[in-house]
């Protein structure tokens, strides 16, 4: 009788991922990071307007050493989620969708965002 | 060099498992040749090919975590170990022979020849070399399944989703000037999943052996179906 074993290869740490796919799965983690630092924020803004006290809190909070760590990853899922979807939208344009241009352009975004979210970081503490 | 493929015989393993040879490799070696040397030395091992010059599309395989044609790889061009694997997600039959099935279902869903509404004229159906251009890019494709099986919306969708190599395909009919069933073939792409599972990822651009470009066409299937509804 013949076998109706078929084993699938899908093994995702053996798949080369190129720098485009790279980009789409930071763009998706990015996404779930942003929407699950919903809360912290509305959290973060209750406590500084509650008052003087809230404020110094909230002022304190940002002292410290995890909290900044914290902060620049969402920076960089901000930076990251906005400047990828700028590319997805130019390549729905049919703008940059051809090599090498949209490998490029992934290396921009890939790059890009921690650079300009470490500029902004010392705006917010 | 070292080479390690992907081995699985149905009817003696329950697993797969990785089988390593050493090959003398030689000025201008392909892929496949070191394949057909693995074969000489197993005549069990399984794999598929025939022109050997990147023109039929048979010998798809995954090398080193990236979908390519044997034949026109040049082993010179692979760090050493080389790892051969089959095609990502699709069931495979024995080594490197997976089941493209659902990948030639998926062509065939798109209806990939001319429609005609008019009666089919008594001679042939003229066309600009305006209106000829517009099908380069899309005609060259030898459905080999680099691109569909490179993807990721097909590896978790494949019978939901098109897949790439279908969706090039849909739009080298609805560029034809010659074709005359645009609104029925995007209406048959229209749905969440059809077309709409295209992530604009673009693993399928990046693993085309031909260059062809799956991504831009779904581009032009989407601008298009924009115009026709507004």
Sequence with gaps: MRSQVRPVFLELTRIRLPVAGILSIAHRVSGILLFLSIPLQAALLSLVLSGEEGYRQAHALFQMLPVRLALFLFLWALMHHLLAGIRFLFIDLDLGVRAPRYRQSAWVVLLGAPLVALALLPGLL | ?230
Excluded at chain 2, 130 to 145: N, P, S, T
Excluded at chain 2, 212 to 220: D, E, K, R, V
Aim: charged content about 25%; proline content about 7%.
């Design chain 2, 1 to 230: 060099m070292e080479f390690r493929v992907w081995r699985f015989n149905p009817e003696s393993d329950s697993e797969p498992r990785m089988e390593t040879h050493q090959i003398e490799v030689s000025r201008g070696m392909m892929l496949r040749d070191v394949l057909l040397e693995i074969k000489r030395r197993d005549e069990s091992f399984a794999f598929r090919h025939s022109c050997g010059e990147g023109v039929c599309g048979s010998d798809g395989v995954n090398v080193n975590g990236r979908n390519r044609l044997a034949c026109i790889t040049p082993v010179s061009e692979l760090k050493a170990p080389v790892e051969v694997r089959p095609f990502p997600g699709r069931p495979v039959i024995r080594d490197l022979v997976v089941d493209m099935g659902q990948f030639y279902a998926q062509y065939q869903a798109v209806e990939p020849w001319l429609k005609r509404q008019e009666p089919e004229p008594e001679q042939e159906i003229l066309q600009s070399p305006e209106e000829r251009a517009r099908l380069d890019g899309l005609w060259e494709c030898i459905l080999c399944g680099c691109c569909s099986t490179s993807c990721p919306s097909f590896w978790w969708n494949p019978d939901r989703f098109l897949g790439p190599q279908a969706l090039l395909s849909a739009w080298r009919f609805l560029a034809d000037s010659r074709d005359q069933a645009e609104e029925e073939r995007l209406d048959a792409l229209d749905g969440p999943y059809r077309l709409f599972r295209c992530h604009t990822v673009m693993n399928c651009v990046d693993a085309c052996p031909k260059h062809l470009n799956p991504t831009q066409a779904i581009g032009h299937i989407r601008n298009l179906m924009l115009k026709k509804s507004v």
